[in-house]
């Protein structure tokens, strides 16, 4: 066990991978320098500049040129530098690399990781701060992976790069620096929930930074004396519809919270269903973030956050709603 | 004409190339036309099939293409079987692709030929990226990637290209200029001259004439030999004209009445060939006996498709993606 940051628990996954692996290789801008948030810094002095290797400010070509290779044999790990410029390269991540084993009758695979730090970080404003999980999880195809602690940064890397699947593996930006306990004999399944508090009164579902959110609130209610059950998905795509169930029939109560736009987010995904599935003893509840814009001055960017206590009131309120 | 060095026996292989694609293109459009069996859209590349044959003549099995919506004759020409082609065709069971792709999406990893593609374009930046992983596994393998005039205009174009030229691949741009961006003359939305966007890249630029297939070919040749020594990447502008409308149904009435009247009759690739086998020596008779096992060749595998099933409706949910397929989903 080793305490290490979220962007080096990443890191560490990715040098272990390389080391077992000389098929597996990081493409994208400034990684020969570390990359944009220096979640790279080493590794072009361990492996060389052809496995770290820069790349051109050309989006579509990073995520074409990577889906090429993968074709031909190798195992790229795509550097996008903010999940936002990735909209440059979605023809090629959408319409090529999420549909060609199919299209192809599976002669091919695309076997990539597709990095893309999300979130909103420092003042960043709109085009460097969204949350866009949502669309991806629409698309058949891809794996949606979204780590919130340093542990699942570790394992979930070390399954995306074993995965034969394209992973898009969506970091959060505000969490580089965090830090956290990393067993690297823990791995980790796409699918299969974190159970990060037990509890009996109420589920909040979550995923990516907004997971942390939801176990602060959690500390908060418990000071309240509700009993709040936080899983972390970790995964969007796939989802452990199971554990999410297996929660809500104990606890007849569901909150998903999420920092993405509310209005067709994934937590519509979830609600629907639950509220399909299970009979609750109030009516289901999802958070996010108006269908607004991220502004730059920080008291606008936080009319569009979703906070620790804003998650804790509105489990509070639904302790207190008449039954469904 | 420089009859002085014409290898007959290579003209000869040439023909028959051509003569396959042709025949595999008017079949394939007498089943959609006649019998309704192919459903989708299909783009025919007859008065093309030149380049095709002459550039990847030279190919190893092992090399790489990468081609486009137009891309029946590169697949054949790279080694796919024409049965399990036109039963991708009819959507059957069997076909290259098990009836998921259809004309659009035609591919066969088994000759490395890494897929047409519906995306105008789209293949240039995968193609630079196939060569780049042969780079980084050592390989001596080239790939050649087919584009049209139109997907010069795209933003993939400069990026794939540049790609290549940063990374030093191993691959030839084959631009197979046609005139045509679907029913909108090239030029007319084009600045400049594709070859050299090219030149302005850096890489070495070559434009032919790309109905002469035996120039052509001799062209092909020195360039994919010397990608391969070199591993650096080439450029080949192919000029040559769309007889056929963009799609099999499309009448093409956008263009100066009796163009394509005139290019079949003065710049048909198969024609110009024969014309050069005839001065040969080659008899008519010989030339026509390539063009009916051509056009027998093509009817068995459209027999064979016609005879084949739809695939099973499970494979719906099949070659999805291993971890979260559809076919996983219990609800």
Known sequence: ?324 | MNLSNFDRDAGMARLTMMERIRAFEETARRAAVDEELVLGAIHLSIGQEAVAAAVIERLRIDDYILSTHRGHGHTLAKGAKPEAMMKELLGREGGCCGGKGGSMHIADFGVRMLGANGVVGANITIAAGAAHGIKLLGGDQVVVCFFGDGAANRGPFLEGVNWAGVFNLPILFVCEDNQYSASTLTSAMTSGNVADRARALGLRTTEADGNDVTTLAATAVEITDRIRETGTPEFLLAKTYRISGHTYFDPATYRPEGEADHMRDTNCPIARLRTELAAAGVADADMDALRRAAADEMDSALDAARAAPWPADTTAFIDVQDIGSPAQEAF
């Not at chain 1, 080493?42 to 070509?61: C, M, T």
């Not at chain 1, 979930?156 to 930006?173: G, N, S």
């Not at chain 1, 199971?242 to 109560?253: F, H, N």
Request: proline residues 5%.
């Open chain 1, 1 to 324: 066990m080793t305490i290490m940051t979220y962007a080096d628990a990443a890191k560490l996954a990715i040098a272990q991978a390389m080391r077992a692996d000389q098929t597996v290789w990081c493409v994208g801008e400034d990684l020969g320098r570390g990359g944009v948030f220096k979640q790279y810094s080493g590794l072009v002095e361990e492996f060389g500049p052809e496995r770290i290797s820069d790349a051109p400010i050309s989006e579509a070509a990073i995520m074409g040129a990577a889906f090429g290779a993968a074709m031909a044999g190798t195992r790229p790990i795509v550097e996008m530098r903010f999940a936002d410029f990735a909209l440059c390269a979605t023809d090629e991540l959408v319409n090529q690399i999420a549909k060609a084993r199919f299209m192809f009758g599976g002669q091919s695979r695309a076997p990539m990781v597709i990095r893309k730090p999300m979130g909103m970080w420092r003042s960043s404003a709109a085009q460097h701060s969204q949350s866009l999980e949502s669309w991806y999880a629409h698309i058949p195809g891809l794996v949606v992976c979204c780590p919130a602690t340093p542990q699942d940064n570790y394992s979930m890397m070390q399954a995306a790069i074993a995965c034969d699947d394209p992973v898009v593996y969506l970091e959060h930006k505000n969490i580089w620096a965090v830090e956290g306990e990393v067993d690297t004999s823990q791995t980790a399944e796409f699918g299969k929930a974190e159970l990060r508090r037990a509890g009996a009164d109420v589920t909040l579902v979550s995923w990516s930074h907004t997971a942390n959110l939801c176990c602060d609130a959690a500390e908060m209610l418990a000071r309240d004396g509700i009993d709040a059950e936080v899983i972390d998905l970790r995964s969007i795509w796939p989802w452990d519809k199971a554990a999410v169930l297996d929660s809500v029939r104990k606890t007849g109560r569901l909150l998903v919270a999420h920092e993405s736009v509310s209005v067709a987010g994934f937590g519509a995904e979830v609600v629907a269903t639950v509220a399909q599935t299970v009979p609750l003893k109030t009516l289901p509840k999802r958070l996010g973030s108006p269908r607004g814009l991220i502004a730059y001055a920080p008291n606008l960017e936080d009319q569009m956050r979703v906070t620790a206590p804003m998650i804790s009131d509105a489990a509070r309120s639904m302790m207190e709603t008449v039954p469904a």
